[in-house]
């Protein structure tokens, strides 16, 4: 047989070689069904794989290679029902190790394949669903995927929200805003998902949004001014004034965030999208309510819930106050702080002076309680004329001061009934605002509430006695206050000031007085009335008399002194022998004169002496009592 193996020629065939009995058209053929087999893979690129075999570590898939790859189990564990013949999606890393092994990862195919979702949906605009992992400063980081997102908090809704940690573990929907390629960031936002819902609801409530609709919202935001309130995608202004009919300090007195609670709509800005509410005014005015009883002189009690410079607002109820204006809460004429008489809580009864229930306005007083001390039976014999007190300065003016005697009595204290000696320009130089002052009754006219007061007056008047001092012609030592073109301000004892004109300022010596100095001065003019003395230092040491000295000293001659006729020489002659010598007349008119002066400065060192003696006593008082209190 020919086909037998014993037949068979072996040289022949081996002379051939390998395959060499195929036609090149079926070697090609060949070749395509075997490369058909084999898939050509690419390193760091996703596949498909297909799962082979699955050990307790590894996971045997083949992805179409010469070789299969292995994986992680612990890469699987989000498939806890993996089994042979599943597909899944692994990333490449190499194609051959040093051992030959095909090396592939299922974490980085999630990752690569979720960046790839991620761009896409940035591209697109489409919305991806990511899991919260944790809170972080100022949002939240979600989970996308295997990639990890930042979702910023004011991003995660259309009203502020104050706990982050409740959206932990939950899943959320979100959008891609952001990529950060050179970081491997990506920010996300589920506010613009929220957003896009809410468009068509605010739409259709700024459509129909009219005056006096009432509608339902959220409390968004507190300020202190008032609070934002959500109506449904549009945010309206709930102002603080249109809280309550009372008074409240902060909206959270009365409402809470993220309380839902029903407003009306009072006004509406299309332009500006502004919308205006008010809660108080789904309820009834407290003013409608108010007690008949209520009326003009009739007595409430409150408490006082705002005090301004001008007055104090008492709230008889809630949304019902009265205004006690500052005039209105002492008899005193002098207005002073509300805050001297009362503060803001304090529980106050006052009486009704006006009242209109249509323009719901109200007036109240609180001295009206007490009686007008101008009114009192006593007030005529009180401040009688000539009665002594004292009083405490509330205003200093140009022409005196106001002293107040008791509440709401008050006395006026000229400017010139301040002092007997010194001449005082200003209240001010004398007295300050808050001091006590001793006075006496010098007018009373009780139909227009005025009284006339003085302080001098207290002491006997000095001028009375001045007089028999410093007479016409008497010289005295005095000492230049101040000195101008007009003339010098001078010093005299018992602490009078008198005044020298220019050409009495020479010395002996031709030089001028100069302030400062101490000198002799000469009286020439003295005037009880206008309380005025005139001297001149030239006058002590010229020989020149001066005309008003002169005239002085002439009215002052005695009468016999008077010039007489002339007489017959022989009359003369008997005058001589009757009258005798005149120099005795002349030493009596001295000796006179020295009584009357001396008389008059005892009387005034009499009167400095007491005056000093109640200051001391004064001083001593005063520091006794400190001193009771310092030990107190």
Known sequence: MSNSPENFDWDKFES???????????????????????????????????????????????????????????????????????????????????????????KKAKIVSAWAKIYDALENDNVLEGVVKRRTKGGLIMDIHGVEAFLPGSQIDVKPIRDFDVFVGKKMEVKVVKINAAFDNVVVSHKVLIEKDLEQQRAAILNNLEKGQVLEGVIKNMTNFGVFIDLG???????????????????????????????????????????????????????????????????????????????????????????????????????????????????????????????????????????????????????????????????????????????????????????????????????????????????????????????????????????????VGSVHKASVLEKSDRGAVLELPYGIEGFAFPKGLTKEDGSQVEAGDSLDFRVTEFSKEDRKIILSHTATHSEVESPRVAKATKKAQPAGEAKAPKAPKVQKEADKSTLGDLDALSALKEQMLSNEKEAGVKKLEA?????????????????????????A
């Open 16 to 106: 051939q070689g390998f395959g060499s009995g195929y036609s090149k058209s079926e070697k090609a053929e060949m070749e395509k069904m075997y490369d058909d087999t084999l898939t050509t893979v690419q390193e760091q690129e996703v596949v498909k794989g297909t799962v082979v075999g699955i050990t307790d570590r590894d996971v045997i898939l083949n992805i179409g290679f010469k070789s299969d790859g292995l994986v992680a189990v612990s890469e699987f564990r989000d498939l806890p029902d993996l089994k042979v013949g599943d597909e899944v999606e692994v990333f490449i890393e190499d194609q051959e190790d040093p051992n030959g092994q095909l090396i592939l990862s299922r």
């Open 233 to 471: 995608g549009v945010d309206g202004l709930l102002h603080i004034t249109d809280i309550s009919w009372g008074r409240i300090n902060h909206p959270e007195e009365v409402l809470q965030l993220d309380q839902k609670l029903n407003v009306v709509v009072l006004d509406f800005d299309e332009d500006k999208k502004r919308i205006s509410l008010g809660m108080k005014q789904l309820t009834p005015h407290p003013w409608d309510a108010l007690p008949a009883e209520i009326e003009v002189g009739s007595r409430v009690k409150g408490k006082i819930v705002n005090v301004a410079d001008y007055g104090a607002f008492l709230e008889l109820m809630p949304g019902v106050e009265g205004l006690i204006h500052v005039s209105e809460m002492s008899w005193s004429q002098h207005l002073r702080n509300p805050q001297d008489f009362i503060k803001q809580g304090d529980e106050v009864e006052a009486v009704v002076l006006t009242l209109d229930r249509e323009e719901r306005k109200m007036s109240l007083g609180i001295k009206q309680l007490t009686e007008d001390p101008w009114t009192k039976e006593d007030v005529l014999t009180k401040y009688a004329v000539g009665t002594k007190h004292t009083g405490v300065v509330r205003n200093l003016t140009n022409f005196g001061l106001f002293l107040e005697l008791e509440e709401g009595v008050d006395g006026l204290v000229h400017v010139s009934d301040l002092s007997w000696t010194k001449k005082i320009k200003h209240p001010s130089e004398f007295v300050k605002v808050g001091e006590n002052l001793d006075v006496v009754v010098l007018e009373l006219d009780v139909p227009n509430r005025r009284l006339a007061l003085g302080h001098k007056q207290l002491e006997e008047n000095p001028w009375d006695t001045f007089e028999s001092v410093f007479n």
């Open 607 to 631: 009167a400095a002496a007491k005056k000093a003696k109640d200051t001391n006593e004064d001083e001593a008082s005063n520091e006794e009592s400190s001193e009771e209190e310092n030990n």
